[in-house]
């Protein structure tokens, strides 16, 4: 769990970048990074912050009087591909990774044993279901396997699975989500970024809910969530605790406490080796 914050200096959230102060919250304590410019000068000396090392050595400002901010509790799940990574992700704190191999290209299926190997790390392993990079036009056969892979990754231990399949003219898949979605049983199933590349976002939240899709990975349609907030907001409104949105795409600890201000999103998705 993190937390996003805004400063109650100005009475106001966060809604431009220059306002929005490059902080988070972890493990119950606010921190933000020592480099931050002056633009955030009146906040420090509202919440009276001091000095302190963060995760990996890192300089951070712990802030010792949150009643200067207004703190939101989210979750966050750290895109991870490898077991040392779910170790790191897991001692920070996150509450839970999505594993995946070949981040280079967006992620594919990981390895069985990979994943049962996360699993004994103790966090909640969202698995990804890809069988190979590309588009997200999936033959039958290849659904076959995707749902063969959600079985085997299911009894070695996976929480959930991250997941999806278009058709080509950039709609959802109903037929393949369906069988994904049943192959799954009572696990959770994500809808990742193939989200945003679809038509018609808010059509496509409705069937995603029809489906029985319980999460959902966007940037709102932007290269970065903090370039699409507002969507994420619209979003965020039209699910309506149905489905839940995850913010996702250049999250970072210098953007995340904006996000979570302006959208209200329930949870980040953030990889690993760019926010540690």
Do not use: K
Not at 14 to 34: C, H, K, M
Not at 53 to 63: D, K, Y
Not at 262 to 272: F, M, S
């Amino acid at each position: 769990m993190i937390r996003a914050i805004y400063s109650r200096a100005t009475g106001r959230g966060y809604d431009g970048v220059a306002d929005a102060p490059n902080f988070a919250y972890r493990a119950g304590a606010p921190i933000l990074p020592a480099h931050a410019d002056e633009t955030q000068g009146a906040l420090r000396r509202d919440m009276h912050v001091r000095n302190h090392r963060g995760p990996n050595g890192r300089q951070f400002w712990m802030a010792s009087n949150r009643r200067a901010a207004t703190v939101i509790d989210i979750v966050f799940e750290a895109c991870v591909e490898s077991l040392d990574e779910a170790r790191e992700a897991a001692a920070w704190g996150a509450d839970r990774v999505e594993l995946c191999i070949d981040l280079a290209h967006d992620g594919c299926t990981p390895p069985r044993l990979l994943v049962a190997e996360c699993v004994a790390v103790g966090i909640p392993v969202i698995a990804m279901v890809r069988p190979r990079r590309g588009d997200f036009v999936y033959t039958r056969a290849e659904i076959d396997v995707m749902c063969d892979s959600v079985h085997d990754l299911a009894a070695c231990g996976a929480a959930g699975f991250a997941t999806g399949a278009l058709r080509h003219e950039n709609q959802i898949d109903i037929a393949a989500m369906a069988r994904l979605v049943a192959a799954a049983g009572a696990l959770p199933v994500t809808f990742h970024r193939a989200f945003d590349q679809l038509g018609n976002a808010d059509d496509a939240l409705e069937t995603l809910v029809e489906l029985g899709v319980r999460r959902v990975l966007t940037s709102g349609g932007a290269v970065r969530a903090v370039d699409g907030v507002d969507a994420l907001r619209r979003l965020v409104d039209r699910a309506a605790g149905r489905i839940e949105i995850i913010a996702a795409g250049g999250i970072r600890s210098i953007n995340v406490d904006r996000i979570v201000a302006v959208t209200g999103v329930p949870a980040v998705h953030a990889r690993w080796s760019a926010w540690r």
